[in-house]
C-alpha cells in the first residue's frame, strides 16, 4: 500500500496528494485546462496546441496591421512627391553665414 492517497475535489477538481501517517499535503494538482481529460499529459498537449493555433492567429493579424501600414505610408508619401513636383522649383533659404 502507497504511503500516499490522492484525495480529488468533486466541485473543483484538484487533486490532493496527501501523506497517510502525518495527514498532511504533500502535493496539489491542479488541472491545466477547464474541461480536463482527467490524464494531465494529454491536457498540456491541448494546452499546447491551443495556444500554438492561437499564437499563430495574432501572428497573422499582426502581419495584416503591417502591410495596412506600409500602404497608408506609401500612398502619403506619393501624395507628398505629387504636390513637391506641382509646386516646381523651391528657392534655397539664405545661410546667415553668407551674410557677412
Known amino acids: 500500500m502507497s504511503d500516499?492517497?490522492?484525495v480529488k475535489c468533486p466541485d473543483c477538481g484538484?487533486?490532493?496528494v496527501v501523506n497517510r501517517r502525518t495527514?498532511?499535503?504533500?502535493?496539489?494538482?491542479r488541472s491545466i485546462?477547464?474541461?480536463?481529460?482527467?490524464d494531465r499529459f494529454k491536457d498540456a498537449e491541448i494546452k499546447i496546441?491551443?495556444?500554438a493555433s492561437a499564437l499563430e492567429k495574432k501572428v497573422a493579424e499582426a502581419k495584416a496591421r503591417?502591410?495596412?501600414k506600409m500602404d497608408r505610408l506609401n500612398a502619403m508619401f506619393a501624395e507628398g512627391l505629387e504636390k513637391a513636383?506641382?509646386?516646381g522649383e523651391v528657392e534655397r533659404p539664405v545661410?546667415?553665414?553668407?551674410l557677412d
Open 66 to 68: 503591417e502591410a495596412g
Open 4 to 6: 500516499f492517497l490522492e
Open 23 to 29: 495527514g498532511k499535503t504533500v502535493e496539489v494538482k
Open 33 to 38: 485546462i477547464e474541461d480536463t481529460t482527467g
Open 85 to 87: 513636383k506641382s509646386e
Open 95 to 98: 545661410n546667415p553665414m553668407d
Open 49 to 51: 496546441k491551443t495556444s
Open 14 to 16: 484538484i487533486v490532493l
